[in-house]
């Protein structure tokens, strides 16, 4: 065998058109995790109260929003296969379908954070701390409609592998949420000072201004003005087509709710432990999430050009680009593991100069690099099958391998001495590790058999 022979082949302009969508995607997903924590510093700032109350309605409103526009983020995928296939007629009634499907999740979003801002009365025996985080919430349910309408226009835009509008947008959403967030927190001239509260009218209003920007730019586009025009149509639903867009999107959404409660939970079970033992958990959590957005912008990416060559019936292509993004994500991820673990002192020195939360929380970034192979193969595969119109198995994976076996295990590892000794925050990590790996194993065993199902159709 020669040398060549034994080398993987990458595709060159596929690996292009991968970082094309891949990287505006990246730093998009970057800005919108900058703005979780200026929302942080700023209530923060504005009093101990404020901040807990914001992290508290956070923690508690965020999940919920999020996983119900995970339900859309299946019509990237579904219009790439459209247009991969030529069928560009088929994308404008996805738009509209998704816009109807919309309405409900927005209706059905308000309700749950309507009905779980009474909860904390309960949580708390702060009065104070209850209100502020229940007028946290009453002000983020004001951008909920802009927040989950936006993965409507942002799925087509990435169906057309076009990420720079996302990203455009969300650099100017960072910049603009500085001043706001001051501006509601603190007061100025006639408008009042709302604390923590402010920072969540803060964000409602960058949710306005972010989907009215994605609806401007594809308004005057001469590419997309034509999808903008059917997607705004009062048209009477089709009922099979609301179905389908729903039956490929819940999984993801409830695959989502899953894991993000999962690692939220596991946090509440160390929170016993102390306050170094909770700041030094939230501070390797708070890197991880940095890191994550790499494999997650990656499996974004995939998903629509796996869609797109599905669509277009080369399986070659296909193949090639998963070769391709294999090859290229895991060096970069290797990397970063390395980079975490030999400068992991000096990131934890960023967040804080308690000596204890340095000493510990750079133990646990030691966990975390080791996780990014099994976190940075499931997020790849997810969007692979996302892209293969096969979600299901992701709720089902996610579901079991997270709250049957993940919650559990974290629980027995952190708090008792049943396996091992006691082994605190480093127990979750140890989890979280198993966890991965087994769901990075399950999706890619489902993967393996949906590869070659979706070309035998």
Not at 26 to 35: C, D, F, K, T
Not at 242 to 256: D, K, Q, V, W, Y
Request: hydrophobic letters at 55%; a positive charge; one cysteine or more.
């Amino acid at each position: 065998m020669s040398a060549n022979q034994g080398r993987v082949k990458l595709d060159g302009a596929e690996l292009r058109r991968l970082l094309a969508l891949m990287l505006p995607l990246y730093v998009a997903n970057l800005m919108y995790v900058g703005m979780g924590v200026i929302d942080t510093i700023v209530a923060g700032r504005a009093g101990d109260v404020d901040l807990a109350g914001v992290a508290l309605g956070s923690a508690t409103a965020m999940p919920m929003i999020i996983a119900l526009g995970a339900v859309l983020t299946i019509v990237g995928p579904m219009v790439s296969r459209f247009r991969g296939a030529g069928q560009f007629q088929n994308i404008g009634l996805v738009l509209n379908n998704a816009k109807i499907l919309a309405c409900f999740l927005i209706a059905a979003a308000l309700v749950c954070i309507w009905a779980a801002s009474f909860i904390f009365p309960f949580i708390t025996d702060d009065p104070a701390l209850a209100g502020v985080a229940r007028d946290y919430m009453y002000m983020l349910m004001l951008g909920v409609p802009a927040q989950i309408m936006v993965r409507v226009v942002q799925g087509h835009f990435e169906g057309f592998g076009q990420t720079r509008p996302a990203l455009v947008l969300s650099v100017l959403s960072l910049l603009c949420n500085i001043p706001l967030n001051y501006l509601f927190a603190f007061g100025w001239g006639p408008i009042p000072a709302m604390g923590g509260a402010g920072c969540g009218l803060a964000t409602a209003v960058i949710q306005w201004l972010n989907f009215s920007g994605l609806l401007g730019m594809m308004r005057f586009s001469s590419t997309h003005a034509r999808y903008c025009r059917q997607l705004l149509a009062m048209r009477a639903p089709v009922g099979a087509l609301c179905r389908r867009i729903f039956s490929l999107g819940l999984p993801m959404g409830i695959a989502t709710l899953c894991e993000m409660s999962f690692f939220t939970v596991v946090t509440l079970v160390i929170a016993p432990l102390g306050t170094v033992a909770v700041s030094s958990q939230q501070v390797a959590i708070n890197v991880s999430g940095l890191i994550f957005m790499f494999p997650f912008s990656m499996g974004i990416a995939a998903s629509i050009r796996g869609a797109f060559h599905i669509g277009a019936r080369n399986r070659k292509a296909f193949d090639a680009m998963v070769r391709t993004v294999y090859v290229f994500m895991f060096s970069i991820v290797l990397v970063i593991m390395l980079g975490t673990i030999f400068l992991r002192e000096p990131i934890v020195s960023l967040y804080t100069d308690s000596e204890e939360i340095v000493a510990l929380a750079s133990t646990l970034l030691v966990y975390c690099a080791a996780y990014q192979i099994p976190d940075a193969q499931q997020a790849l595969v997810g969007g692979l099958l996302r892209g293969c119109h096969d979600t299901k198995i992701i709720t089902w994976v996610n579901l079991i391998n997270y709250w049957l076996v993940g919650f559990p295990l974290a629980c027995i590892l952190i708090r008792t001495d049943w396996i091992v000794p006691a082994m605190g925050p480093a127990g979750a990590w140890v989890c979280f590790i198993i966890t991965l790996t087994l769901t990075a194993v399950a999706l890619s065993w489902r993967f393996s058999r949906t590869r070659v199902r979706v070309f035998c159709r």
